[in-house]
């Protein structure tokens, strides 16, 4: 089974995802992570991020490792070097060129396949796994996601700013030419401002549920 899950930045995907991949003992695969690590890589190697040819030059170099739900690099977790803000700042820009968006959804479905997944990103219901058998949509007013955000990493930036990039972040991943965020006609859409990542989870297990015991009758 493939549980794909879409939305922006900060609408609680990634904790949401990983509490139904627990709960279903299901596999956790989150393709932001996939361009986050060949940002870092290639800025790590003193490599200019926005000639993104040379980008995917980089991630053909390395081969990523899923443990537990983190991103390897050689066996090394490399998970909390994903969200700096060197990083933030271009991967939304990084993960627009096409060519590398493929590279990303070929390895994303090689390593899925037949298999149970918990699948997040911004495209993967329209572009990625669109005839997955459950596909979410996760969507929050711009400011919950900034005090999320905030929350989630107090490394100095104020309010304003982390709005603004939001927003920003918006913007570019709903203009991509290729794989641009939008919400799949068949999606079950929640809206996760007021909610709670328990009661956000209760709906989409509750669908999970739904569907199995569909398959089994």
């Not at 899925?112 to 219901?125: A, F, L, P, Q, Y």
């Not at 309010?159 to 799949?184: P, S």
Request: with cysteine; aromatic share 8%.
């Amino acid at each position: 089974m493939v549980v794909a899950i879409d939305g922006p930045a900060g609408v609680g995907k990634s904790s949401i995802a990983q509490m139904i991949a627990k709960t279903c003992n299901f596999y956790y695969l989150n393709s932001g992570s996939f361009y986050r690590a060949y940002t870092y890589l290639h800025v790590q190697e003193g490599r200019d991020p926005m000639n993104y040819p040379s980008v995917l030059e980089t991630a053909k170099q390395y081969v990523l490792s899923i443990e537990d739900g983190h991103i390897c690099v050689n066996g090394s977790d490399i998970e909390d070097k994903l969200h700096t803000p060197e990083v933030d700042a271009v991967v939304a820009q990084v993960s627009s060129y096409p060519p590398l968006r493929n590279y990303v959804n070929e390895q994303l479905r090689r390593i899925s396949k037949d298999m149970n997944v918990v699948v997040e990103g911004r495209d993967i219901t329209t572009v990625v796994f669109p005839d997955a058998d459950l596909k979410c949509y996760f969507d929050a007013k711009p400011e919950v996601r900034a005090e999320r955000r905030l929350q989630q990493h107090p490394d100095g930036q104020d309010y304003a700013t982390v709005l603004r990039q939001i927003k920003m972040r918006d913007e570019i991943d709903k203009g991509k030419e290729v794989g641009a965020l939008r919400v799949a006609e068949d999606a079950l859409y929640i809206d996760t401002s007021y909610l709670t990542i328990g009661q956000v989870c209760e709906k989409v297990l509750s669908a999970i549920f739904t569907l199995k015991g569909d398959v089994n009758r």
